[in-house]
């Protein structure tokens, strides 16, 4: 590292100039190792994927943000593992939103879950449809511990879901950004990671120490959508 690098490096962030900072930070990203460096380990090639009558299942749906596409994913309660995985066109509004009552239906009235926040309107609709949704509120740091308990559940194999070159490809790039403080920050991976989130979505609360947990069937409505 260069005088002049070290100098700009110090002064950041009041130096006047900060493209070598910014070029620096860029390369120590790339030298990073991946969050999901076991990931493939964790694919299985004869997950079922017609829904049976006799499981629990979750959905996790994230509504189009930076892409053309939203992102939707089904999850087995009792197995742990993912049994379904699409990107649905975002557009018309109206399709997406049938698109998620059929899946739904079709996984034994499966909950919802979605992030709560900018897509409201878009929740809401899909309620109008008589389909549960539960929403997630997390902070930051909530948001960057669920990617840290998702690497713990695929680092022990807890979890599996099909040979889905989206999805895979999502987990063998993402990394965390550095802070000065040194610990990871994830705030900048969004346009990347819709398929991420959704599995942290159905899996940011299951216990890493153990293969099954007890889990919540809800049975909820509102009486004025009916």
């Known amino acids: 590292m ?6 700009r490096i110090a002064s950041f962030p009041n130096a006047v ?3 070598q900072v910014d070029a620096t930070t860029l390369a120590l990203n790339q ?5 999901f460096p076991n990931s493939k380990a964790c694919v299985a090639l004869d997950i079922v994927t017609q829904p049976l009558p006799d499981r629990y299942y979750f959905v996790g749906w994230i509504p189009v943000r930076q892409a053309d596409d939203c992102t939707v994913l089904v999850f087995d ?8 995985f699409e990107r ?8 997406q939103i049938g698109r998620l009552r059929d899946i739904s239906r079709t996984y034994n009235g499966a909950v919802v879950w979605a992030f709560d926040g900018p897509d409201e309107a878009l929740l809401h609709a899909l309620e109008l449809e008589r389909v549960y949704v539960q929403r997630v509120t997390l902070s930051r740091s909530q948001r960057a511990a669920s990617y840290e308990n998702l690497r ?4 022990k194999l807890l979890i599996g879901y099909p040979d889905c070159p989206e999805l895979s490809a ?5 990394k965390s950004d550095f802070t000065f403080n040194g610990q990871p920050d994830y705030s900048l991976q969004g346009a990347q990671q819709s398929g991420i989130d959704a599995l942290c979505l159905v899996t940011f609360d299951l216990n890493p120490e153990a293969r099954r947990k007890p889990f919540t069937i809800y ?6 959508l009916i």
């Not at 030298?31 to 969050?35: A, K």
């Open 88 to 95: 649905c066109p975002a557009e018309p509004v109206e399709n």
């Open 152 to 155: 713990l559940l695929m680092r």
């Open 219 to 224: 049975y909820g409505y509102d009486r004025d």
């Open 170 to 174: 999502e987990l063998d790039v993402f």
């Open 17 to 19: 100039n900060d493209d």
């Open 77 to 84: 309660l009792m197995d742990h593992d993912v049994v379904y």
């Open 2 to 7: 260069g005088p002049r690098l070290r100098v």
């Open 31 to 35: 030298l990073q190792y991946p969050l």
